[in-house]
């Protein structure tokens, strides 16, 4: 009776024996794959945290060049899709850094001056990027889809507001245009100015062909536009064209070969038909200085900006500490 029962506690101490023995077995693998994890998310953390560029003080790391190249591609989207949209942000990838370096110098420059922003205007510069978007929601996934939160974006905006600032004050307030140079452009460059022959018409459209060709026949026997828009209520429109690419070939061809005072149609365009009278020729011409003076100091402007922004840019740059970490 006694043997029997210790057959039970033989067991029992046989169970927990072998129990023990498996414990440290199983704390060994959870190490294991522990430290597995951990080493890979250690090596993730490294690769995002390493350091690219030194400038100055400041240092870029991976993750800084990988959240501009994501900027710069949700910026790209709004004009390109899909494979499109990689082979541009391809196209840029091999100069972001360059443009990254640059960025962070004029920020220096920036914080030397003491620049301030109106943080208002960071707000509202976040409001219309929104406005891009059909829903609050959708803005959230696009920051998503490329690895990117508001944050991020707002403070990707601040730097933009800093660097136009220190811009506007160290290079764009310095540019002057005077009228001589204006003139002197003008004068230099007549060809760019010269307005091709022009030709005004007017017109009509309806749905039926039937009414458009009663419609035309009748204009042509010296009905007016005006009379025959009461009888058939269409609205009278006026088309100008300066040059023959403008229009498609058919329309082109029709509208381009009539003479003064004659009529074209009816022409099908798309779903309606259009009648058309020439009513006027204005003949090739130059522009006078002050229809284009306004264009020409834009562009004069922009165009030494762009030089002087150059230079500046050259100046601080040579003046600053720059290393590219290269593996």
Do not use: H
Request: charged share 30%.
């Amino acid at each position: 009776m006694d043997k029997l029962r210790k057959i039970p506690m033989v067991r029992l101490r046989a169970a927990l024996a072998l129990s023990e023995a498996r414990v440290p077995n199983i704390i060994c693998c959870f190490l294991v794959f522990f430290s597995l994890g951990f080493l890979i998310f250690a090596n993730r953390l490294y690769a995002q945290e390493k350091i690219i560029a030194i400038v100055n003080s400041d240092v870029i790391t991976q993750k800084d060049l990988d959240d501009f190249v994501n900027f710069t591609r949700m910026q790209l989207s709004e004009q390109y899709q899909g494979k499109e949209l990689e082979e541009k942000t391809a196209s840029l990838k091999s100069d972001l850094l360059n443009k990254l370096i640059e960025d962070r110098i004029i920020l220096q420059e920036a914080k030397k001056s003491k620049i301030k922003i109106d943080e208002a205007k960071v707000r509202q510069r976040v409001a219309e990027v929104k406005t891009r978007y059909p829903s609050e929601a959708e803005f959230q996934q696009a920051l998503s889809n490329q690895g990117l939160v508001q944050a991020d974006v707002e403070a990707r905006i601040r730097e933009q507001i800093l660097m136009y600032s220190i811009i506007e004050f160290k290079v764009k307030s310095k540019i002057g245009i005077n009228p001589a140079e204006v003139t002197d452009f003008y004068q230099k460059n007549q060809q760019l100015f010269n307005l091709t022959e022009q030709r005004d018409f007017i017109s009509v459209s309806l749905e039926e062909e039937y009414k458009a060709r009663e419609i035309f026949n009748k204009l042509k026997k010296g009905a007016g536009f005006e009379e025959l828009s009461k009888e058939y209520s269409f609205v009278v429109d006026r088309l100008d064209a300066v040059v023959e690419a403008q229009l498609k070939k058919d329309v082109a061809d029709a509208l381009f070969k009539i003479k003064l005072g004659e009529l074209a149609g009816p022409l099908k365009i798309e779903d309606k038909y259009y009648i058309f009278k020439l009513d006027k020729i204005i003949p090739p011409r130059p522009k006078e200085l002050s229809e284009v003076q306004d264009k020409i100091y834009s562009f004069l402007s922009e165009k030494k900006t762009q030089e002087a922004l150059i230079k500046w840019l050259s100046e601080i740059k040579s003046n600053s500490y720059i290393k590219i970490i290269q593996d």
